[in-house]
């Protein structure tokens, strides 16, 4: 396990941790180890959920009608010359 030190922690900031930490019948460092944890993984998009967020970021731009290049004839393929197999010097 890995282990991080928080520094410059406000005041208010400590007696509300120590405060909703007693409220859940845990230590502060459970609690700072539950509210991490919990803001970790409701932000980490899911992939349904990141193509929601890209197309609801560019909806207001309309769709977008791309033209298609015209299909070409297949070329016949080369001829190769057969029945000598090259030198392996």
Known sequence: MSSITIRNL???VKHNLR??????GRSMEDEARTILRNAVEQDAPSGAALVQ???ARFAALGDVDLLQPPREAMR???????????DSA
């Open 10 to 12: 406000g005041d208010t």
């Open 53 to 55: 967020r890209i197309r």
């Open 76 to 86: 016949e393929p080369p001829e190769l010359p057969t029945g000598h197999a090259p």
């Open 19 to 24: 405060v909703r930490a007693a409220l859940h």
